[in-house]
């Protein structure tokens, strides 16, 4: 829309940008409107504005925008408008019809709000979890705190002043788990002792220590039933991930994941 191609322009710029503004995340477009007497929309050329105090927040948000445009020259307002004219509406509208604009792009942080997320523990079926807890730490799940980020994006005539496209999207900024320096040792130890003298022994190899979990899930029941066995891992900078499928939930990833760690380059 925004590159004289229709609505699809419009919509690929709404969702990437306000990412960036939102300093990264999960994007989705919340609402979107358009003048419904415009049939197609096409410029030549366009200035992107971000109304942000933020300086490097305005500035990186304005440099996307015109990356995002790829057919149809765009300038980042912070090219066109000194800074200590930016509050200044008159002087801002002069130097945009000075400089040959016939369309503008203008996107502001419209509200931020905090979600708490509760994050369960991985599920396992009855007797899967029960074989294997014996040789695990208890995992109780987490609560995550989350941002969400609003972000208001317009698309204007230059000529006329007249809105052309509206939109809100929202991005999910999810919180860090609860890893503290102390969280993270813990969690190191509990590893290695799964590979040194719990259910991962056969993933233990010599050398550098190997750190790990393990787990069971049954994929399908019944006469015919199909397990999927699970190890992830690391040994020093080498991190792994292993899925085997077997019949039986005594099976484990445990010796396969030790044979790759094995023959990965130390």
């Not at 369309?103 to 502001?108: D, I, P, Q, S, T």
């Not at 999810?174 to 590893?191: H, I, K, Q, V």
């Not at 259910?199 to 199909?226: C, L, S, Y």
Request: hydrophobic share 45%.
């Amino acid at each position: 829309m925004v590159e004289g191609r229709g609505r699809r322009g419009a919509i690929i710029l709404l969702l990437v940008v306000p990412a960036v503004l939102a300093a990264c995340g999960a994007t989705r477009l919340k609402t979107s409107w358009r003048d419904p007497t415009v049939r197609e929309i096409r410029f030549d050329k366009i200035v992107a504005f971000v109304v942000a105090k933020d300086e490097a927040l305005r500035r990186n948000g304005e440099q996307e925008v015109c990356a995002q445009v790829k057919t149809t020259p765009c300038a980042p307002a912070f090219s066109v408008i000194p800074d200590n004219e930016v509050g200044d509406v008159d002087a801002v509208r002069r130097r945009v019809e000075a400089g040959g604009f016939d369309g503008a792009v203008v996107m502001r942080l419209a509200g931020r709000r905090v979600e708490q997320t509760y994050v369960p523990p991985s599920p396992a079926p009855m007797w899967g979890y029960y074989g294997r807890g014996w040789a695990t730490a208890y995992d109780p799940g987490y609560v995550r705190q989350d941002e969400l980020v609003d972000v208001e994006t317009r698309i204007y005539s230059v000529k006329d002043a007249k809105l052309l496209w509206a939109g809100t999207t929202e991005t999910v900024k999810a919180g860090d788990p609860p890893f503290s320096a102390a969280n993270l040792a813990t969690l190191r130890t509990l590893m290695r002792a799964t590979v040194s003298k719990g259910a991962a022994r056969e993933a233990d190899i010599a050398g550098r220590p190997v750190h790990g979990q393990v787990g069971t899930v049954a994929v399908r029941t019944g006469k015919n039933p199909v397990w999927a066995s699970w190890f992830v891992g690391y040994r020093g900078d080498v991190a792994i991930a292993v899925l085997e499928l077997s019949h039986s939930p005594a099976t484990s990833a445990a010796p396969l994941a030790g044979q790759i760690l094995a023959a990965a380059p130390r």
